[in-house]
């Protein structure tokens, strides 16, 4: 029996989860996380109050700002960003969302002009109109409705009303994610990185891979999935991780006018999940994205972002070096921002909202200089198959109250790129889907194991969302050497 027919076959045989557990043991995939929902993500859902770090990440900040030179740089980078976000913050707040780019899909597949993804590059944001036919995303609904229905044991978050649902292989979410116009946007969006000397070969942006997420239904009323600024990709592995780092060593040189988001710089091979905590993710996903099941917009449970990747960035891999010299409640906003008020911080351990284990938190209390209360914009309106996506450092929230008239739908569906790392965590990924247990970044347990109606190979679509499942070998003809030698790594991760 050939790899190809085993993996296509596989989930017919295992009918229990103790199956499950002796493929996955075998297979030397990672042990499952314990069993929880999106909640155990987030330091600020779960209840955790802050903890102080460790003292070695007051070594690692005088490690990364070694000299008196280095430090001098980067404490006027601080004064000038700090002078720059307070223009940002009312530009912001002045356009409000009409400063997100949207853009039709049929003109992505003509290829937009210079000044189109300018817009894009310098937000981090934007909305793709029309990627999935209305008809096709409602059915996708409906059919995610009925999946519920006859599996009313899911778990979700809030417990009590659900919003968030740990769901990943549903028929339609299957079908979603192998969707060829979907492709065709993630492929795109991957080109929008640039490539340096240092990356040639470890990633590549024409091959996108598929990372098996959840999906939300909101219904209106709802205030507890109220989830606040954050980043994904990690929190204090940015400045630990030393190839991680690289990614933003313009900023920490004092430079953060240089810093280009879109260098892929050492994503390719850093590492996002030092502490393997509920929070962590195994693979790099150039943007986060979710493709809508609904009409939905701005006071309607939509999704909030600040529409400034440099700036945002920039600010938040400074924030560490720093700390006010009063207390925030002792003088008047203006002079509590203003850079002068603030000193170089190399003694504490301080990194404000960075938990181990957990996604990055931003609030005004840990950030005050971003004015979130002013810059986190709503996203605009979107019909069903409209697509929203938002850069991986980029900072985003949701709207703390649903306030609208009918559900806020979504499918999240990231934009992957092929690399070695994100290609082995396809291989664990695929064992899970076999078992149709979640995927191992994700809250454990047995999942949809014992579901009735989960979705098989028949829903993948594509012939590309078979390889983007580590299902079928990736093609090796047509591509240059760099990219048929990445391939040829990842069928062999994959056991073709």
């Known amino acids: 029996m050939s790899r190809v027919k085993h993996y296509s076959m596989a989930a017919s045989t295992l009918s229990t989860l103790e199956n499950v557990k002796d493929e996955l043991l075998q297979s030397g995939s990672r042990k499952q996380r314990a069993e929880g929902t999106i909640a155990s993500v987030f330091a600020s859902l779960s209840g955790e109050k802050a903890v102080d770090l460790p003292e070695r990440f007051a070594d690692l900040k005088r490690d990364i700002l070694h000299s008196t030179d280095l430090q001098q740089r980067v404490t006027a980078a601080w004064a000038d960003l700090c002078g720059h976000l307070k223009a940002k913050a009312d530009e912001i707040s002045t356009k409000g969302n009409s400063i997100i780019p949207e853009v039709e899909y049929r003109d992505i597949v003509k290829g937009l ?3 189109a993804i300018d817009d894009i590059k310098t937000t981090g944001a934007l909305v793709v109109r029309g990627v999935v036919p209305e008809e096709q995303s409602l ?13 009313p044991q899911v778990k979700g978050f809030p417990e009590d009303d659900k919003a968030v649902y740990e769901l990943y292989w549903s028929k339609a979410q299957l079908e979603a994610r192998s969707c060829e116009s979907s492709l065709t946007v993630q492929r795109f969006l991957l080109s929008l990185f640039n490539k340096n000397s240092t990356s040639g070969g470890t990633v590549s942006f024409s091959t996108p891979l598929t990372y098996c997420d959840r999906l939300r239904i909101r219904r209106p009323g709802d205030s507890q999935f109220a989830l606040g600024a954050h980043m994904d990709g990690g929190s204090v592995e940015r400045w630990e991780d030393p190839t991680y780092r690289r990614s933003y060593e313009a900023i920490l040189d004092g430079r953060w006018r240089d810093h280009d988001s ?12 030092l502490y393997d905590g509920p929070g962590s993710c195994g693979v790099f996903r150039a943007l986060q994205g979710w493709t809508s099941l609904s009409h939905t917009g701005p006071n309607e449970g939509t999704l909030k972002v600040y529409p400034a990747i440099q700036e945002s960035t920039a600010y938040i891999i400074l924030r560490p070096f720093f700390k006010p010299i009063h207390p925030k409640l002792s003088l008047p906003r203006d002079r509590y921002l203003n850079p002068a008020n603030w000193t170089l911080d190399l ?6 909202g960075s938990p181990l284990g957990r996604s990055q938190e931003l609030n005004d209390d840990t950030h005050p200089h971003l004015d979130l209360d002013r810059t986190l914009i709503s996203m605009k309106s979107v019909k069903p198959g409209d697509q929203v996506w938002w ?11 649903h306030n609208g008239k009918n559900p806020s739908s979504v499918l999240y569906i990231p934009s992957v790129p092929l690399t070695e790392a994100n290609a082995r965590y396809v291989k664990e990924q695929r064992e899970h889907y076999l078992g149709r247990i979640p995927p191992p970044d994700f ?3 047995e999942g949809e194991s014992r579901f009735r109606g989960t979705g098989g190979d028949e829903s993948l679509s594509t012939v590309e969302g078979k390889h983007g499942m580590g299902l079928t070998p990736l093609p090796l003809d047509g591509v240059d050497h760099e990219e048929r030698s990445l391939r040829q790594t990842a069928n062999r991760i994959w056991g073709f």
């Open 443 to 445: 809250p454990g347990g």
């Open 347 to 352: 003694e504490s351990s301080a990194f404000p």
């Open 113 to 115: 002009d210079r000044t």
């Open 139 to 151: 059915e996708w609904l409906n059919s995610i409705k009925d999946y519920i229905a006859l599996n």
């Open 391 to 401: 850069h991986c450092d980029g900072v985003h929230a949701v709207e703390s109250e």
């Open 262 to 273: 879109w260098d892929i710089a050492g994503r390719p091979t850093a590492n996002q999940n």
